[in-house]
T-cell receptor
Framework: GDSVTQMEGPVTLSEEAFLTINCTYTATGYPSLFWYVQYPGEGLQLLLKATKADDKGSNKGFEATYRKETTSFHLEKGSVQVSDSAVYFCALTLTQGGSEKLVFGKGMKPTVNP | GAVVSQHPSWVICKSGTSVKIECRSLDFQATTMFWYRQFPKQSLMLMATSNEGSKATYEQGVEKDKFLINHASLTLSTLTVTSAHPEDSSFYIC?????????????FGPGTRLTVT
């Protein structure tokens, strides 16, 4: 079935370092791809998305490009801040029975030190 | 805008009892609400989808008699875990969307931690 695989932690970075969180997917058809972020004590928030191959989603300094040839949607940020310490979930949408469903990866929380 | 709340944020109950979790869309009307379950270091797993005024659609392997979902209004859905057992201890997350906005985007609540002793 359709699935999402994320790199697992722990990942510890210094402030202003480059962050990459890998995400690959398995899907029949052409899913839309998403990155969600969950800050402590809050619900998941949509960070960025891409709906077709070669689309690049970007928001708050984060970017991810939909790569159909490698079935990947890696999240990158050029200069992380302490405030970026949160849990990041990669996800895809699956259309079944006329409704769209989200399939999530396990999530990964980078620790950013000042 | 698009805020979803859950209540309680944390609950402990004894084995064999039932517990109800509420999910509310605070500033929009939710045509559809979703319930997810998350185990430690695992991804969110969709349990069921509910549309206002109709019965919930449960995912394969989810016991509908154990996890009762009610979506009686456009701003409230409830999940009742009946005859809870320690293996039901988990983090339950709801989300909501309003298809009338022309988007499939889901807005997530902060989650409810259930511990069954």
């Amino acid at each position: 079935g359709d699935s999402v695989t994320q790199m697992e932690g722990p990942v510890t970075l210094s402030e202003e370092a480059f962050l990459t969180i890998n995400c690959t997917y398995t899907a029949t058809g052409y899913p839309s791809l998403f990155w969600y972020v969950q800050y402590p004590g809050e619900g998941l928030q949509l960070l960025l998305k891409a709906t077709k191959a070669d689309d690049k989603g970007s928001n708050k300094g984060f970017e991810a490009t939909y790569r159909k040839e490698t079935t990947s949607f890696h999240l990158e940020k050029g200069s992380v801040q302490v405030s970026d310490s949160a849990v990041y979930f990669c996800a895809l949408t699956l259309t079944q029975g006329g409704s769209e469903k989200l399939v999530f990866g396990k999530g990964m929380k980078p620790t950013v030190n000042p | 805008g698009a805020v979803v709340s859950q209540h309680p944020s944390w609950v402990i109950c004894k084995s064999g009892t039932s517990v109800k979790i509420e999910c509310r869309s605070l500033d929009f009307q939710a045509t559809t609400m979703f319930w997810y379950r998350q185990f430690p270091k695992q991804s969110l797993m969709l349990m069921a989808t509910s549309n206002e005024g109709s019965k919930a659609t449960y995912e394969q392997g989810v016991e509908k008699d154990k996890f009762l979902i009610n979506h009686a209004s456009l701003t409230l859905s409830t999940l009742t875990v009946t005859s809870a057992h320690p293996e039901d201890s988990s983090f339950y997350i709801c989300s909501a969307r309003d298809l009338r906005r022309g988007t499939y985007e889901q807005y997530f609540g902060p989650g409810t931690r259930l511990t069954v002793t």
